[in-house]
């Protein structure tokens, strides 16, 4: 069974600074991993996602994550945060099956940037 | 190019009744997954919808029921709700002939149950 583990319920930062959202994830198959941001009462947004090939990966609105297997991670980073990350942010794992594909997701890591 | 589009919005039942929840999804895409995200936590998967059946299921009851039509649209059942079933539902849409490594996801339906 697929899992996925979001290290900080909470976090919050300076605008400006360093956005780090840490995941680790397990998976008995080579995983499929993904990040989505959700803004209140909204649905969810892809920020980005690995498939296969560059283990680093860049998505949406300058955040970037890093596949490392060994380490069975896939941390989000923004170099430099804006009063716009301000929001709930899902990691996900997905196993892709011929009878199709299911995300499974961490609890989420809720953002807050302090001007 | 629309999106996925769920309605309704909002959502309030009382204990004992059902509900349904609708999806539209994405132009092009064929395949419609549910989730159930209960306030503070992530999304749970329910089911998936592939050509007009059920093709992977999440563990959730018997009373979670679903159909998607020859359109690809796709609704979601509930019976006999528990206050339990209190939730944000969400759909997601995606495309299986491109691995369904992409999935679009409504606005979902906020339900509460009273």
């Known amino acids: 069974a697929q899992s996925v583990t979001q290290l900080g319920s909470h976090v919050s930062v300076s605008e400006g600074a360093l956005v780090l959202l840490r995941c680790n994830y397990s998976s008995s198959v080579p995983p499929y991993l993904f990040w989505y941001v959700q803004y209140p009462n909204q649905g969810l947004q892809l920020l980005l996602k690995?498939?296969?090939?560059?283990?680093l990966v860049k998505g949406i609105n300058g955040f970037e994550a890093e596949f490392k297997k060994s380490e069975t991670s896939f941390h989000l980073t923004k170099p430099s945060a804006h009063m716009s990350d301000a929001a709930e942010y899902f990691c996900?794992?997905?196993?892709?099956?011929?009878?199709?594909?299911?995300?499974?997701f961490g609890g989420g890591t809720r953002v807050l940037v302090k001007p | 190019d629309a999106g996925v589009t769920q309605s309704p919005t909002h959502l309030i039942k009382t204990r004992g009744q059902q509900v349904t929840l609708r999806c539209s999804p994405k132009?092009?895409?064929?395949?419609v997954s549910w989730y159930q995200q209960a306030l503070g936590q992530g999304p749970q998967f329910i089911f998936q919808y592939y050509e007009e059946e059920e093709r992977q299921r999440g563990n959730f009851p018997d009373r979670f029921s679903g159909h998607q039509f020859p359109n690809y649209s796709s609704e979601l059942n509930v019976n006999a709700l528990l206050l339990g079933d209190s939730a944000l539902y969400l759909c997601?849409?995606?495309?299986?002939?491109?691995?369904?490594?992409?999935?679009?996801f409504g606005q979902g339906t906020r339900l509460t149950v009273v």
């Open positions: 996900a794992v997905s196993e892709i099956k011929a009878a199709g594909n299911k995300l499974t």
């Open positions: 997601a849409s995606s495309l299986r002939q491109g691995g369904n490594t992409e999935a679009f």
């Open positions: 690995y498939t296969t090939g560059a283990t």
């Open positions: 132009s092009g895409h064929d395949t």
